[in-house]
Protein backbone atom coordinates (compact mmCIF):
# COMPACT_ATOMS: atom_id res chain seq x y z
CA UNK A 1 0.00 0.00 0.00
CA UNK A 2 0.98 3.62 -0.98
CA UNK A 3 1.03 6.89 0.86
CA UNK A 4 1.70 9.60 -0.31
CA UNK A 5 4.94 11.94 1.32
CA UNK A 6 5.89 15.30 1.06
CA UNK A 7 9.42 16.61 2.56
CA UNK A 8 9.74 20.09 3.58
CA UNK A 9 12.10 22.73 2.15
CA UNK A 10 13.26 25.52 3.94
CA UNK A 11 15.27 28.44 2.00
CA UNK A 12 17.16 28.39 5.22
CA UNK A 13 17.75 24.79 6.43
CA UNK A 14 16.74 24.24 10.58
CA UNK A 15 20.17 24.10 11.86
CA UNK A 16 19.82 22.39 15.01
CA UNK A 17 17.55 19.58 16.83
CA UNK A 18 13.61 20.21 16.32
CA UNK A 19 11.63 20.15 19.74
CA UNK A 20 8.01 19.91 18.95
CA UNK A 21 6.11 20.26 15.51
CA UNK A 22 1.97 21.41 15.92
CA UNK A 23 -0.43 21.73 13.32
CA UNK A 24 -2.89 24.69 13.61
CA UNK A 25 -6.06 24.14 15.12
CA UNK A 26 -8.33 25.12 11.84
CA UNK A 27 -5.29 24.83 9.03
CA UNK A 28 -3.07 22.90 7.03
CA UNK A 29 -0.15 25.36 8.96
CA UNK A 30 2.60 23.76 10.48
CA UNK A 31 4.20 25.08 13.80
CA UNK A 32 8.12 24.26 14.42
CA UNK A 33 10.34 25.15 17.32
CA UNK A 34 13.95 24.44 17.40
CA UNK A 35 16.83 24.02 19.45
CA UNK A 36 18.59 26.77 16.86
CA UNK A 37 16.45 29.67 18.46
CA UNK A 38 13.57 30.30 15.49
CA UNK A 39 9.93 29.78 15.66
CA UNK A 40 8.77 28.51 12.15
CA UNK A 41 5.27 28.55 10.13
CA UNK A 42 5.12 27.02 7.43
CA UNK A 43 1.93 26.37 4.98
CA UNK A 44 1.83 23.28 4.39
CA UNK A 45 -0.81 23.66 1.73
CA UNK A 46 1.08 26.20 -0.49
CA UNK A 47 4.81 24.65 0.26
CA UNK A 48 6.08 28.23 1.85
CA UNK A 49 7.12 29.23 4.98
CA UNK A 50 5.45 32.02 6.25
CA UNK A 51 6.98 33.30 9.39
CA UNK A 52 10.58 32.78 10.84
CA UNK A 53 10.92 34.06 13.95
CA UNK A 54 14.59 34.29 16.36
CA UNK A 55 14.97 34.54 20.21
CA UNK A 56 18.61 34.70 21.75
CA UNK A 57 17.48 31.45 23.66
CA UNK A 58 16.90 27.32 22.35
CA UNK A 59 12.89 26.65 22.46
CA UNK A 60 12.04 23.64 23.63
CA UNK A 61 7.91 23.81 23.54
CA UNK A 62 5.65 25.47 21.12
CA UNK A 63 1.80 25.75 21.10
CA UNK A 64 -0.84 27.27 18.93
CA UNK A 65 -3.84 29.26 20.62
CA UNK A 66 -7.31 28.07 19.47
CA UNK A 67 -6.65 31.01 17.07
CA UNK A 68 -4.11 30.15 14.53
CA UNK A 69 -3.01 33.21 14.20
CA UNK A 70 -1.23 32.86 18.09
CA UNK A 71 1.57 30.66 19.16
CA UNK A 72 3.49 30.54 22.19
CA UNK A 73 6.99 29.04 22.89
CA UNK A 74 8.88 27.77 26.43
CA UNK A 75 12.55 28.57 26.02
CA UNK A 76 15.53 27.47 27.77
CA UNK A 77 15.70 31.07 29.31
CA UNK A 78 12.90 30.33 31.33
CA UNK A 79 10.74 33.10 29.22
CA UNK A 80 7.08 32.07 27.69
CA UNK A 81 6.94 34.35 24.22
CA UNK A 82 3.81 34.72 22.74
CA UNK A 83 3.83 35.33 19.06
CA UNK A 84 0.98 37.86 16.71
CA UNK A 85 1.54 35.22 13.92
CA UNK A 86 0.30 38.15 11.51
CA UNK A 87 2.07 41.70 12.54
CA UNK A 88 4.91 39.56 13.65
CA UNK A 89 4.51 41.26 17.47
CA UNK A 90 6.38 38.68 20.04
CA UNK A 91 5.64 39.65 23.27
CA UNK A 92 7.04 38.02 26.58
CA UNK A 93 4.30 36.40 28.66
CA UNK A 94 6.33 35.64 31.67
CA UNK A 95 8.81 33.06 33.35
CA UNK A 96 10.08 30.47 35.12
CA UNK A 97 12.85 30.67 37.42
CA UNK A 98 14.90 27.80 35.54
CA UNK A 99 14.48 26.16 32.37
CA UNK A 100 10.91 26.47 30.39
CA UNK A 101 10.14 22.36 29.01
CA UNK A 102 6.84 22.22 28.28
CA UNK A 103 3.82 24.16 27.06
CA UNK A 104 0.27 23.71 26.15
CA UNK A 105 -3.20 25.83 25.42
CA UNK A 106 -6.62 25.05 26.42
CA UNK A 107 -9.59 26.58 24.45
CA UNK A 108 -12.51 25.63 26.89
CA UNK A 109 -10.30 27.57 29.78
CA UNK A 110 -8.03 29.96 27.80
CA UNK A 111 -5.51 28.68 30.15
CA UNK A 112 -1.45 28.88 28.80
CA UNK A 113 -0.09 25.79 31.21
CA UNK A 114 4.25 26.08 31.44
CA UNK A 115 6.36 23.57 33.09
CA UNK A 116 10.00 23.87 33.38
CA UNK A 117 12.83 22.55 35.37
CA UNK A 118 12.03 24.99 38.72
CA UNK A 119 9.51 21.71 39.23
CA UNK A 120 6.52 24.06 38.61
CA UNK A 121 3.44 24.28 37.03
CA UNK A 122 2.06 27.60 35.75
CA UNK A 123 -1.21 28.40 35.05
CA UNK A 124 -1.41 31.63 32.61
CA UNK A 125 -5.62 33.18 32.01
CA UNK A 126 -4.56 34.86 28.19
CA UNK A 127 -8.04 36.71 28.76
CA UNK A 128 -6.54 39.04 31.52
CA UNK A 129 -4.55 41.93 29.87
CA UNK A 130 -1.63 41.20 31.39
CA UNK A 131 -1.62 37.06 31.75
CA UNK A 132 -0.92 36.19 35.53
CA UNK A 133 0.25 32.92 36.82
CA UNK A 134 -1.22 30.34 39.27
CA UNK A 135 1.33 28.13 40.88
CA UNK A 136 1.33 24.67 41.42
CA UNK A 137 5.00 22.77 42.82
CA UNK A 138 6.01 19.58 42.07
CA UNK A 139 8.35 17.08 43.49
CA UNK A 140 10.32 16.86 40.64
CA UNK A 141 10.88 18.16 36.79
CA UNK A 142 8.14 17.57 34.55
CA UNK A 143 9.04 15.30 31.24
CA UNK A 144 6.32 15.79 29.17
CA UNK A 145 3.19 17.28 29.27
CA UNK A 146 -0.21 16.84 26.78
CA UNK A 147 -3.50 19.49 26.98
CA UNK A 148 -6.59 18.34 25.61
CA UNK A 149 -9.76 20.41 26.14
CA UNK A 150 -10.26 20.23 30.01
CA UNK A 151 -7.67 17.31 30.59
CA UNK A 152 -4.02 18.04 31.25
CA UNK A 153 -1.61 14.91 31.63
CA UNK A 154 1.70 15.62 32.72
CA UNK A 155 4.23 13.00 33.37
CA UNK A 156 7.18 13.91 35.80
CA UNK A 157 10.11 11.39 36.66
CA UNK A 158 8.26 8.13 36.66
CA UNK A 159 4.61 9.28 37.70
CA UNK A 160 1.74 10.54 35.68
CA UNK A 161 -0.64 13.06 37.18
CA UNK A 162 -3.48 14.20 35.80
CA UNK A 163 -5.87 17.37 36.35
CA UNK A 164 -8.78 18.68 35.52
CA UNK A 165 -8.18 22.12 34.16
CA UNK A 166 -11.72 23.59 35.88
CA UNK A 167 -10.52 22.62 39.01
CA UNK A 168 -6.98 22.26 38.77
CA UNK A 169 -5.79 22.50 42.84
CA UNK A 170 -4.62 18.52 43.06
CA UNK A 171 -4.80 16.33 40.18
CA UNK A 172 -7.37 13.93 40.06
CA UNK A 173 -5.19 10.95 39.46
CA UNK A 174 -1.49 9.79 40.04
CA UNK A 175 0.02 6.71 38.76
CA UNK A 176 3.32 4.88 38.13
CA UNK A 177 2.52 3.15 35.10
CA UNK A 178 5.82 1.40 34.78
CA UNK A 179 6.72 0.72 38.35
CA UNK A 180 9.77 3.45 38.65
CA UNK A 181 10.58 3.52 35.16
CA UNK A 182 11.43 7.11 33.09
CA UNK A 183 8.40 8.74 31.59
CA UNK A 184 9.58 9.80 28.08
CA UNK A 185 6.36 11.02 26.26
CA UNK A 186 2.26 11.67 26.99
CA UNK A 187 -0.47 12.41 25.05
CA UNK A 188 -4.41 12.96 26.24
CA UNK A 189 -7.07 11.21 24.49
CA UNK A 190 -8.81 13.90 22.29
CA UNK A 191 -12.25 12.15 21.79
CA UNK A 192 -12.23 10.28 25.39
CA UNK A 193 -10.86 10.31 29.02
CA UNK A 194 -7.79 8.97 29.16
CA UNK A 195 -4.07 9.28 28.50
CA UNK A 196 -1.22 7.11 27.14
CA UNK A 197 2.31 7.31 28.21
CA UNK A 198 5.77 6.54 26.38
CA UNK A 199 9.04 5.23 28.57
CA UNK A 200 12.34 5.64 27.68
CA UNK A 201 12.49 1.58 27.66
CA UNK A 202 10.00 1.19 24.79
CA UNK A 203 6.70 0.66 26.18
CA UNK A 204 3.56 2.73 25.83
CA UNK A 205 0.62 2.34 28.74
CA UNK A 206 -2.90 2.99 27.49
CA UNK A 207 -6.01 4.10 29.68
CA UNK A 208 -8.60 5.29 27.52
CA UNK A 209 -12.65 5.57 29.23
CA UNK A 210 -15.15 6.15 27.01
CA UNK A 211 -19.15 6.91 27.69
CA UNK A 212 -19.95 3.32 28.48
CA UNK A 213 -17.85 1.57 30.86
CA UNK A 214 -17.60 -1.68 29.00
CA UNK A 215 -15.69 -0.35 26.26
CA UNK A 216 -12.93 1.05 28.58
CA UNK A 217 -9.38 0.22 27.39
CA UNK A 218 -6.83 0.15 29.70
CA UNK A 219 -2.84 -1.98 29.04
CA UNK A 220 0.92 -1.88 28.90
CA UNK A 221 2.87 -3.31 25.51
CA UNK A 222 6.00 -3.14 24.05
CA UNK A 223 6.00 -1.14 21.01
CA UNK A 224 8.57 -4.27 19.48
CA UNK A 225 8.86 -7.82 20.13
CA UNK A 226 11.62 -9.77 21.35
CA UNK A 227 14.32 -10.69 19.07
CA UNK A 228 15.58 -14.23 17.98
CA UNK A 229 18.03 -14.06 20.97
CA UNK A 230 15.06 -13.38 23.76
CA UNK A 231 16.08 -10.05 23.94
CA UNK A 232 13.89 -6.94 24.28
CA UNK A 233 14.18 -4.25 21.90
CA UNK A 234 14.53 -0.84 24.05
CA UNK A 235 14.34 2.28 22.54
CA UNK A 236 12.48 5.45 24.11
CA UNK A 237 9.09 6.15 22.86
CA UNK A 238 9.51 9.96 22.11
CA UNK A 239 5.62 10.91 21.12
CA UNK A 240 2.64 9.55 20.55
CA UNK A 241 -0.08 11.13 18.35
CA UNK A 242 -4.26 10.24 17.92
CA UNK A 243 -5.80 10.55 14.59
CA UNK A 244 -8.58 12.70 14.77
CA UNK A 245 -9.79 11.07 12.29
CA UNK A 246 -10.47 7.18 13.35
CA UNK A 247 -10.90 6.42 17.46
CA UNK A 248 -8.41 4.57 18.80
CA UNK A 249 -5.78 4.96 15.74
CA UNK A 250 -2.89 6.10 17.55
CA UNK A 251 1.14 6.11 16.21
CA UNK A 252 4.15 6.10 17.98
CA UNK A 253 7.78 7.34 17.43
CA UNK A 254 11.23 6.45 19.16
CA UNK A 255 14.79 7.13 19.37
CA UNK A 256 15.76 4.91 16.66
CA UNK A 257 13.85 6.45 13.56
CA UNK A 258 10.48 4.00 13.51
CA UNK A 259 7.04 5.12 13.00
CA UNK A 260 4.10 2.71 13.73
CA UNK A 261 0.14 2.69 13.45
CA UNK A 262 -1.88 0.98 16.44
CA UNK A 263 -5.41 0.01 17.14
CA UNK A 264 -6.36 0.28 20.93
CA UNK A 265 -9.19 -1.46 20.60
CA UNK A 266 -8.08 -4.45 18.87
CA UNK A 267 -4.57 -4.11 20.04
CA UNK A 268 -2.72 -4.78 16.62
CA UNK A 269 0.38 -3.16 15.27
CA UNK A 270 -2.05 -1.67 11.55
CA UNK A 271 0.89 -0.23 10.02
CA UNK A 272 4.60 0.37 10.09
CA UNK A 273 6.83 3.02 8.14
CA UNK A 274 10.24 3.10 6.64
CA UNK A 275 12.99 3.86 9.27
CA UNK A 276 13.83 7.16 9.12
CA UNK A 277 17.54 8.82 8.88
CA UNK A 278 17.42 9.94 12.14
CA UNK A 279 15.41 9.52 15.94
CA UNK A 280 11.72 10.78 15.86
CA UNK A 281 11.59 14.37 17.76
CA UNK A 282 7.66 14.71 17.19
CA UNK A 283 5.01 14.00 15.26
CA UNK A 284 1.48 15.79 14.77
CA UNK A 285 -1.56 14.61 12.81
CA UNK A 286 -3.31 18.15 11.31
CA UNK A 287 -6.87 18.80 12.85
CA UNK A 288 -8.84 16.38 10.71
CA UNK A 289 -6.86 13.56 10.38
CA UNK A 290 -5.46 13.20 6.72
CA UNK A 291 -2.01 14.88 7.34
CA UNK A 292 0.39 13.41 9.72
CA UNK A 293 3.87 15.09 10.09
CA UNK A 294 6.90 13.66 11.29
CA UNK A 295 9.85 15.32 13.01
CA UNK A 296 13.22 13.50 11.88
CA UNK A 297 16.09 15.16 14.45
CA UNK A 298 18.24 14.76 17.01
CA UNK A 299 16.84 15.22 19.94
CA UNK A 300 19.93 15.34 22.64
CA UNK A 301 19.11 11.91 24.03
CA UNK A 302 21.39 9.50 22.78
CA UNK A 303 25.19 10.46 23.18
CA UNK A 304 24.94 8.07 19.50
CA UNK A 305 22.42 10.08 17.54
CA UNK A 306 23.34 11.90 14.24
CA UNK A 307 23.46 15.31 14.45
CA UNK A 308 22.10 15.80 11.00
CA UNK A 309 20.51 18.14 9.10
CA UNK A 310 16.61 17.84 10.70
CA UNK A 311 14.10 17.34 8.22
CA UNK A 312 10.30 17.16 8.69
CA UNK A 313 8.10 14.93 6.24
CA UNK A 314 4.12 15.35 5.42
CA UNK A 315 2.35 11.48 5.06
CA UNK A 316 -0.99 12.00 3.44
CA UNK A 317 -3.55 9.52 5.44
CA UNK A 318 -5.80 8.07 3.10
CA UNK A 319 -9.59 6.11 4.08
CA UNK A 320 -7.26 3.04 4.02
CA UNK A 321 -6.30 3.24 7.53
CA UNK A 322 -10.18 3.73 8.69
CA UNK A 323 -10.82 0.54 6.83
CA UNK A 324 -8.03 -1.09 8.93
CA UNK A 325 -8.84 -0.42 12.27
CA UNK A 326 -11.08 -3.06 13.82
CA UNK A 327 -14.99 -2.70 14.14
CA UNK A 328 -14.88 -2.90 17.61
CA UNK A 329 -13.38 0.54 17.66
CA UNK A 330 -15.72 3.86 17.92
CA UNK A 331 -15.72 5.99 14.82
CA UNK A 332 -15.55 9.71 14.18
CA UNK A 333 -17.31 11.22 10.54
CA UNK A 334 -14.30 10.18 8.06
CA UNK A 335 -12.68 12.85 5.33
CA UNK A 336 -10.84 12.62 2.40
CA UNK A 337 -8.22 14.52 0.59
CA UNK A 338 -9.57 16.22 -2.74
CA UNK A 339 -6.13 16.38 -4.40
CA UNK A 340 -2.96 14.42 -3.23
CA UNK A 341 0.17 16.56 -1.29
CA UNK A 342 2.95 17.52 -3.37
CA UNK A 343 4.43 14.66 -3.73
CA UNK A 344 8.04 14.14 -3.76
CA UNK A 345 8.57 10.64 -2.68
CA UNK A 346 6.45 7.39 -1.88
CA UNK A 347 6.09 5.46 1.63
CA UNK A 348 5.38 2.00 1.70
CA UNK A 349 3.82 0.94 4.90
CA UNK A 350 4.18 -2.51 6.20
CA UNK A 351 0.81 -4.28 7.19
CA UNK A 352 0.26 -6.14 10.11
CA UNK A 353 -2.06 -8.42 12.16
CA UNK A 354 0.38 -9.56 14.81
CA UNK A 355 -0.37 -9.41 18.06
CA UNK A 356 2.87 -10.58 20.03
CA UNK A 357 3.38 -6.98 19.89
CA UNK A 358 0.88 -6.16 23.16
CA UNK A 359 1.17 -7.26 26.80
CA UNK A 360 -2.10 -7.03 28.85
CA UNK A 361 0.43 -7.19 32.17
CA UNK A 362 1.87 -4.39 33.71
CA UNK A 363 5.27 -6.01 33.04
CA UNK A 364 6.61 -6.25 29.91
CA UNK A 365 9.53 -7.69 30.38
CA UNK A 366 12.98 -7.17 32.37
CA UNK A 367 16.33 -5.92 32.06
CA UNK A 368 19.13 -5.55 34.10
CA UNK A 369 19.11 -2.14 33.35
CA UNK A 370 16.94 0.90 32.14
CA UNK A 371 18.21 4.26 30.35
CA UNK A 372 17.09 7.01 32.33
CA UNK A 373 18.25 11.11 31.80
CA UNK A 374 21.38 11.87 33.23
CA UNK A 375 20.22 15.32 34.78
CA UNK A 376 17.11 13.63 36.63
CA UNK A 377 19.46 11.51 38.62
CA UNK A 378 19.93 12.31 42.02
CA UNK A 379 22.27 11.71 45.07
CA UNK A 380 20.71 8.35 46.77
CA UNK A 381 20.28 7.25 43.32
CA UNK A 382 21.68 4.00 40.99
CA UNK A 383 23.60 4.52 38.15
CA UNK A 384 26.01 2.00 35.82
CA UNK A 385 29.81 3.55 35.78
CA UNK A 386 32.13 1.16 33.86
CA UNK A 387 29.91 -1.59 33.56
CA UNK A 388 29.41 -1.57 37.19
CA UNK A 389 26.00 -0.87 39.34
CA UNK A 390 26.54 1.97 41.67
CA UNK A 391 24.96 4.16 44.44
CA UNK A 392 25.07 7.89 43.60
CA UNK A 393 26.65 9.51 46.50
CA UNK A 394 26.98 12.61 44.86
CA UNK A 395 26.13 15.15 41.84
CA UNK A 396 27.55 18.41 40.37
CA UNK A 397 26.30 19.59 37.68
CA UNK A 398 27.66 22.76 35.31
CA UNK A 399 26.20 25.62 34.08
CA UNK A 400 23.54 24.87 31.09
CA UNK A 401 24.91 26.49 27.82
CA UNK A 402 22.96 27.46 24.77
CA UNK A 403 21.99 24.28 23.67
CA UNK A 404 21.65 22.41 27.44
CA UNK A 405 24.81 20.80 26.83
CA UNK A 406 25.13 20.44 30.66
CA UNK A 407 27.56 18.32 32.02
CA UNK A 408 26.79 15.59 35.19
CA UNK A 409 29.32 15.02 36.97
CA UNK A 410 28.69 11.16 39.18
CA UNK A 411 30.32 9.89 41.82
CA UNK A 412 28.74 6.30 42.57
CA UNK A 413 30.21 3.21 45.20
CA UNK A 414 29.82 -0.22 43.43
CA UNK A 415 27.10 -1.84 45.51
CA UNK A 416 28.77 -5.20 45.99
CA UNK A 417 33.08 -3.87 45.81
CA UNK A 418 32.66 -0.74 48.02
CA UNK A 419 35.06 0.72 45.36
CA UNK A 420 34.16 4.37 44.13
CA UNK A 421 33.34 5.08 40.75
CA UNK A 422 33.16 8.56 38.74
CA UNK A 423 31.46 9.43 35.62
CA UNK A 424 31.05 12.76 33.31
CA UNK A 425 27.89 12.85 31.35
CA UNK A 426 25.83 15.21 29.27
CA UNK A 427 22.44 16.09 31.65
CA UNK A 428 20.25 15.74 28.55
CA UNK A 429 21.72 11.98 27.32
CA UNK A 430 20.78 8.70 28.84
CA UNK A 431 22.10 6.51 31.19
CA UNK A 432 21.93 2.96 32.30
CA UNK A 433 20.45 2.81 35.67
CA UNK A 434 20.56 -0.68 37.56
CA UNK A 435 17.47 -2.29 38.95
CA UNK A 436 17.99 -2.87 42.17
CA UNK A 437 15.90 -5.36 44.52
CA UNK A 438 16.69 -6.34 48.05
CA UNK A 439 15.17 -9.97 49.69
CA UNK A 440 15.28 -11.04 53.33
CA UNK A 441 15.51 -14.58 53.79
CA UNK A 442 15.84 -16.69 56.99
CA UNK A 443 19.14 -17.78 57.55
CA UNK A 444 18.83 -21.94 58.09
CA UNK A 445 22.71 -22.65 57.79
CA UNK A 446 26.67 -22.35 57.40
CA UNK A 447 28.38 -24.50 55.58
CA UNK A 448 32.22 -25.28 55.72
CA UNK A 449 33.08 -23.36 52.65
CA UNK A 450 30.95 -20.31 53.65
CA UNK A 451 28.07 -20.92 51.62
CA UNK A 452 24.84 -20.11 53.59
CA UNK A 453 21.30 -21.49 53.53
CA UNK A 454 18.25 -19.63 53.21
CA UNK A 455 14.85 -20.44 53.40
CA UNK A 456 12.79 -18.93 50.50
CA UNK A 457 9.16 -17.61 50.60
CA UNK A 458 7.41 -21.05 49.14
CA UNK A 459 9.82 -23.28 52.02
CA UNK A 460 12.70 -24.15 49.54
CA UNK A 461 16.19 -22.98 50.60
CA UNK A 462 18.53 -20.88 48.36
CA UNK A 463 21.99 -22.44 48.64
CA UNK A 464 23.93 -20.36 46.00
CA UNK A 465 25.62 -17.46 48.05
CA UNK A 466 28.42 -17.40 50.31
CA UNK A 467 29.09 -15.39 53.13
CA UNK A 468 30.02 -11.34 52.37
CA UNK A 469 33.48 -10.16 52.30
CA UNK A 470 33.02 -7.36 54.30
CA UNK A 471 35.11 -8.35 57.57
CA UNK A 472 32.06 -6.27 60.12
CA UNK A 473 29.14 -7.92 58.48
CA UNK A 474 30.60 -11.24 58.21
CA UNK A 475 31.47 -11.53 61.98
CA UNK A 476 28.24 -10.80 63.20
CA UNK A 477 26.67 -13.42 61.02
CA UNK A 478 28.81 -15.94 62.07
CA UNK A 479 28.70 -14.88 66.07
CA UNK A 480 25.29 -14.53 65.91
CA UNK A 481 24.56 -17.84 64.21
CA UNK A 482 27.49 -19.76 66.92
CA UNK A 483 24.76 -17.89 69.68
CA UNK A 484 21.72 -19.73 67.93
CA UNK A 485 20.46 -16.33 67.55
CA UNK A 486 17.57 -16.34 64.55
CA UNK A 487 19.08 -14.26 61.53
CA UNK A 488 17.29 -12.62 58.47
CA UNK A 489 19.61 -11.27 55.70
CA UNK A 490 19.29 -9.18 53.13
CA UNK A 491 20.40 -9.87 49.92
CA UNK A 492 20.45 -7.22 47.58
CA UNK A 493 20.87 -8.10 43.36
CA UNK A 494 21.74 -5.97 40.52
CA UNK A 495 23.21 -6.72 37.18
CA UNK A 496 22.81 -10.76 37.61
CA UNK A 497 25.09 -10.11 40.98
CA UNK A 498 23.66 -11.17 44.66
CA UNK A 499 24.92 -10.26 47.66
CA UNK A 500 24.10 -10.25 51.40
CA UNK A 501 24.92 -6.80 52.38
CA UNK A 502 22.59 -6.52 55.91
CA UNK A 503 21.67 -8.42 58.39
CA UNK A 504 18.32 -8.47 60.91
CA UNK A 505 18.65 -10.20 64.34
CA UNK A 506 15.12 -11.88 65.50
CA UNK A 507 16.08 -12.70 68.64
CA UNK A 508 16.52 -16.29 69.88
CA UNK A 509 15.79 -19.77 68.01
Given at each position: ????????????????A??????????????????????R??????????????????????????????????????????????????????????????????N???????????????F?????????????????????????????T?????????????????????????????????????Y???????????????????????????Y??????????????????????????????????????????????????????????????????NH???????????????????????????????????????????????????????????????????????????????????????????????I??????C?????S????????????????????T?????????????C?????????????????????????????????????????????????????????????????????????????K
Amino acid sequence: MKRDLLQLHFETPISDAISRIRFAPHSNNLLISSWDSSLRLYDVDASVLRVEAHSEASLLDCCFQDDDSVAFSAASDGLIRRYDLHSGIIDTVGSHDDIATCIGYSNETYQLITSGFDKKLLFWDTRAEKASSCLRSLSTEVNCMSVSAFNLTVGAGASVHVYDLRKSEKPIQSKEPYNGTQLRCVSSIPYAKGFAVGSVDGRVALQISYSSSSNDIGYIFRCHPKSKDAKHHFASVNDIAFSPLVSGTFVTSDNEGHVIMWDAGSRKRLAELPTYPNSIASMSYNHVGQLLAVASSHTYQEANEIEGPPQVFIHNVDSFETRSVSSASKRLPQFFLSSPCLLVGKCDLNMSDEEHHFEAKGDAGASKTFPQQAGTIRKNGYIVIKNRPCKVVEVSTSKTGKHGHAKCHFVGIDIFTGKKLEDIVPSSHNCDVPHVNRIDYQLIDISEDGFVSLLTDNGGTKDDLKLPSDDNLLSQIKDGFAEGKDLVVSVMSAMGEEQINALKDIGPK
